[in-house]
Nanobody
Framework: VQMVESGGGSVQPGGSLRLSCSYS???????MAWWRKIPGKERTFVATITGSSSSTTYIDSVKGRFTVSRDNAKNTMYLQMDSLKPEDTAVYYC????????WGQGTRVTVSS
């Protein structure tokens, strides 16, 4: 199982980014999730999506700003992040939920003016 995250970068508050996660070695049945690690804190999940995309969940702090989606034909998951805030600064990872795969390198998101 391999996860490869991409799409991070530096943006100003209020900006947008779209993260991508390319995964292999998994069936489409797995619930997937975006996770993030803020310096000095534990890694936590940000958003989840079921295998069929029928259900998504978000942590309260990103509801209404982030949207998770997936394309099973491409083995890819996305995270559209709008209205970004400085507190969203973190390294973002993808994995199943709960996590069963080795963590990838992640993609860094920096929100700063």
């Amino acid at each position: 199982v391999q996860m490869v995250e991409s799409g991070g970068g530096s943006v100003q508050p209020g900006g947008s980014l779209r993260l991508s996660c390319s995964y292999s070695g998994l069936t489409t049945l797995y619930r997937m999730a975006w996770w993030r690690k803020i310096p000095g804190k534990e890694r936590t999940f940000v958003a989840t999506i079921t295998g069929s995309s029928s259900s998504t969940t978000y942590i309260d702090s990103v509801k209404g700003r982030f949207t998770v989606s997936r394309d099973n034909a491409k083995n890819t998951m996305y995270l559209q992040m709008d209205s970004l805030k400085p507190e969203d600064t973190a390294v973002y990872y993808c994995n199943t939920h709960p996590p069963i795969a080795a963590w990838g390198q992640g993609t860094r998101v920096t929100v700063s003016s």
